[in-house]
């Protein structure tokens, strides 16, 4: 398997529910990152880990909580979400120390909350 | 003034047409900058990088004026397969992260 892939590709839970989302890098890559995309607006940045290291939690609702195990993997655990929330999650990952900072998409998982 | 600015279109042209795209950001410290594409319910995939003295990938060609802080996208000889939302991105401040615009759609006609 070859660049960034993410399960579940759609998920739909109730406000009360817990789920997990994952995201797998196949690029060798230290760096990995959450983004949110709403309808109508641009992509939001929501963690960022770099060498397994939490560098950056843009204002999150702790209602999102991110994982990242190893270099390969991350994950972003979701509890007691609202229906604002739904939303397109995307992750990513690049090569850092490179100077340049390409990030490298994953297909995305489509959320709905009911 | 918003970090990453974009005329959001839409941009109709038919095809064989040459189309350009502009985006103003408004960190002067930036050093990264892209042209990222994401089709319809899809990912963005990264278009081409843009470098300081312009650089050109078959018909896309990227320039860069860091006096204005203004990135330009041209496409010539549009065909159908164009038909997408263009991302301006540049990295923040720190160097950590990537700020999007919230994109341009063309769409290319026959």
């Known amino acids: 398997e070859t660049g960034v892939t993410q399960t579940p590709r759609h998920l739909v839970m109730g406000m009360t529910n817990k789920k997990s989302l994952k995201c797998e890098q196949h690029?060798?890559?230290?760096?990995m990152y959450w983004y949110k995309q709403s309808a109508k607006k641009p992509l939001e940045l929501m963690f960022v880990?770099?060498?397994?290291?939490?560098?950056e939690n843009n204002s999150v609702p702790s209602r999102f909580s991110p994982e990242c195990p190893n270099s390969s993997h991350l994950f972003l655990h979701l509890h007691t979400l609202q229906p604002e929330d739904s939303a397109l999650y995307l992750c990513?990952?690049?090569?850092?120390?490179?100077?340049?900072?390409?990030?490298?998409f994953g297909p995305g998982t489509r959320l709905t909350v009911l | 003034r918003k970090e990453v600015e974009q005329d959001p279109g839409p941009f109709n042209v038919p095809e064989g047409a040459t189309v350009a795209f502009n985006c103003t950001y408004s960190?002067?410290?930036?050093?990264?900058f892209f042209w990222y594409r994401q089709d319809c319910r899809k990912e963005p995939k990264l278009l081409m990088s843009?470098?300081?003295s312009g650089n050109e990938d078959g018909r896309f060609t990227a320039q860069l004026n860091r006096a204005s802080q203004y990135i330009s996208l041209l496409i010539r000889d549009s065909k159908l397969s164009d038909s997408a939302t263009y991302l301006c991105?540049?990295?923040?401040?720190?160097?950590?992260?990537?700020?999007f615009g919230k994109g341009t759609t063309l769409s290319v006609s026959s």
């Open positions: 843009v470098y300081s």
């Open positions: 880990y770099n060498f397994k290291e939490q560098t």
């Open positions: 990513a990952s690049s090569q850092e120390g490179t100077g340049r900072n390409e990030q490298f």
């Open positions: 690029l060798g890559h230290n760096a």
């Open positions: 960190n002067s410290a930036s050093q990264s």
């Open positions: 991105v540049v990295n923040n401040q720190a160097g950590t992260a990537l700020i």
